[in-house]
């Protein structure tokens, strides 16, 4: 009896047109936050039903609390309703889309700097409308460390100072997520592509800050045991928001070998959109590392695109896993998505048409990758 490979989402999902016209309203002061929070749930419960009804071994409730996967951290909504103490809405650009549009981080004025909402606060509401095991997505520390002027320095509150308690911070993150009963943490490190992009419109692309994520996320890594980080993934993708993406155009080649220098269980890696995915599992085959500070490293090779409305087919995705097994030894190999869903909470998904649309689609793509993991196990022997 063969099993099938591994396999695991990102997130999350599409927000329901309801909500997100909720979050305007809110943003507005048109609604109360229990009013809110109402619908928040109602689309968690959904999310996590119809996961579950894929077949999906693990779940989300895909973030449809979060205002984003970068900044639920630090604020209620995107627009910055609920922001943290000691952060102005005027940061960096997190990122600049090949559609035109940007995303924007907050900035730090002063310290301490202080989580206002953990994942686990989120993840302890989902719990209980799950009957399988569940995963919770973090945002890795490198992505806040951009919340830091890019140059000079806050006065009484040094760079060093705020990279210490931003790391303690993470770590707290994920163990809270842990002790809520998340089964499995993934960080997401959408920026680790992002900064070889040298565009100079979004000037901390510029300034080879790669080595920089990798060390700083390894300080958070580094807290726990092996046998914790076996279930401590990274994320890594071009970006995807509103059905764009930001660095696609950025090798893999000079990402990949201090990707995998992180000390994490498993790699969440954007693939299935690739041009040439054969040369991108052969990188992942030379560089993730059968021993990564006692614990292996698994690829999970990204084998659906959630920006492309077309439903990939479960001989798709059995065919991308066989062949990926050429590279990748098979007992370190596993099936993902390229990306979140909806990694942001205001997203239309233009073209899907609607965000509504989008969910059905998301679940249809899940349910093939589910089949098509089980298919690749089988011809695997497994
Ligand atoms: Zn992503």
Redesign the pocket.
Known sequence: MSTSIPTEN?GSLPRPAKLQEAIAKYDKGEITQDQLAELQDEACRDSIERMEATGSPIVSDGEQRASSFATYPLADTLAGTGLAPNLAGDGQYFAIFDDGHHRQLPRLTGGPFRYKTFAADYLKKSMPMASKPMKQAVIAPSMLSLLYPLDGEIEGYPRAQFLDDLVDECEKDIRKAFDAGAVRVSI?F?EGRLANKNDPRNPWTGRNMLQEFVDLNNRVLDRFTPEERRNIGI?T?P??DCDSVHSAEVDYAELLPAMFQMNAGYFLI?LASETDKERVYKLCGEHSREDANGVPQVCFVGVIDPLNPTVETAQQVCDALVTAAKYIPKERLGATD???FS?FSVDVKPKHGSPDIARDIAFQKIAARIEGAKMAGEQLDM
Request: proline share 8%; hydrophobic share 10%.
């Open positions: 990102v997401d959408t994320h993708c970006g995807g954007q390229d990306c979140g990694p």
